[in-house]
């Protein structure tokens, strides 16, 4: 009988010792998989981005002081494009853009090259119904002119040439020109027809876009627009690159950054008795910062290199830097 008992309890003690040994085992691995999914992130899992900087306090109270000096209206959007940061004041408010508006019709220009809808070879002539005075050196040339699609957008971005822009209006259309901008995602800038009237665009004949002229945006889409073209997302990397270097020539920088005449910048200006627009990019070593700029309702005209909104934009366009950037 005890033989039998111990044999019985032998091979009891033998089946309690190898689950021991089998709970042990699994509980070591079950906890390695558990610190191995949390040390090393799964595929599935989202690293999760680094939050752009918060501008300084400062920034706004500086941005806000320089504007309460000013007679008239302000409107700015800026971003630092290496970090992220924004400052914006009235950003979305929606603003008459003067020549500013000129970059929309640039980039329906490459686009319609890129798509093989036109060539830069392409001729334009000037005659009496495009052209028109202000800026730009068409104006005194004779009828008759011919002028290469390439030419005239040339004239158009660099010395903002009234005519050559009405000749390129003249072959794009204004209602493609805006077409364009909504396929690009922009709903506020629109083109309402062509330098000094005619070729109205569909929103330019509605009477709530009159008061806005030629042309209808935002700081922030302005802003935004420079941006893309920036970052090479404009029609192509290469067209993007070729439209920010017609930007970097342009001939006549009095509004932002003008006392940085030693740091590259991209811009295109806009002017009008009671308005002064500008946007663009500084490549500055804190960092490429887009800015556009608006300021209208000036109660005086001044068509001088020291209108007091040119001034006005030198100052806020240093601020922002000292503010954005890195």
Same mark, same amino acid.
């Given at each position: ?51 752009? *900087? ?26 630092? %494009? ?11 408010? *929606? ?42 050196? %068409?104006? +005194? ?33 204004? +209602? ?151």
């Amino acid at each position: 009988m005890k033989r039998s008992y111990l044999k019985e309890n032998d091979g009891l003690m033998k089946k309690i010792f190898l689950l021991i040994i089998a709970l042990t085992i699994g509980g070591f691995f079950n906890q390695a998989k558990a610190q191995t999914q949390t040390i090393s992130p799964g595929a599935n899992q989202t690293k999760t981005a680094t939050p752009a *900087p918060t501008p300084p306090a400062w920034l706004d109270r500086r941005i806000r002081d320089e504007v309460s000096k000013f007679e008239g209206t302000v409107s700015l959007y800026a971003k630092n %494009l290496d970090t992220g940061a924004v400052y914006e004041l009235d950003a979305d408010r *929606p603003v008459r853009t003067a020549s500013t508006i000129k970059l929309a019709v640039m980039v329906e220009a490459f686009a319609r090259v890129a798509e093989g809808k036109a060539k830069w070879t392409d001729e334009l002539v000037l005659d009496k119904s495009v052209r028109y005075a202000g800026s730009g050196v %068409l104006q +005194d040339l004779g009828d008759g002119l011919r002028l290469t699609l390439r030419d005239a957008v040339t004239l158009m971005m660099t010395v903002s040439d009234n005519t050559a822009t009405n000749m390129v209006l003249d072959y794009l259309t204004t +209602d493609a020109v805006n077409r364009r901008m909504e396929s690009l995602g922009f709903a506020e800038t629109r083109i309402m027809r062509k330098v000094g009237g005619g070729g109205d665009s569909e929103e330019g004949k509605k009477e709530e876009n009159r008061r806005f002229g030629l042309g209808r945006s935002s700081p922030h889409e302005m802003a935004t627009l420079v941006e893309k073209l920036e970052r090479g997302e404009v029609v192509s990397p290469a067209a993007s690159k070729e439209m920010i270097e017609l930007m970097k020539r342009e001939q006549t920088k009095d509004g932002i950054w003008r006392e940085l005449w030693n740091v590259p910048t991209a811009t295109k200006a806009g002017a009008l008795d009671a308005l002064r627009s500008n946007v663009g990019i500084v490549y500055h070593p804190r960092g490429r910062i887009a800015l556009a700029v608006t300021c209208d309702d000036m109660p005086q005209q001044n068509w001088t290199a020291d209108n007091p909104a040119l001034l006005l934009m030198s100052r806020l366009s240093e601020i922002i830097i000292d503010g954005l950037g890195k």
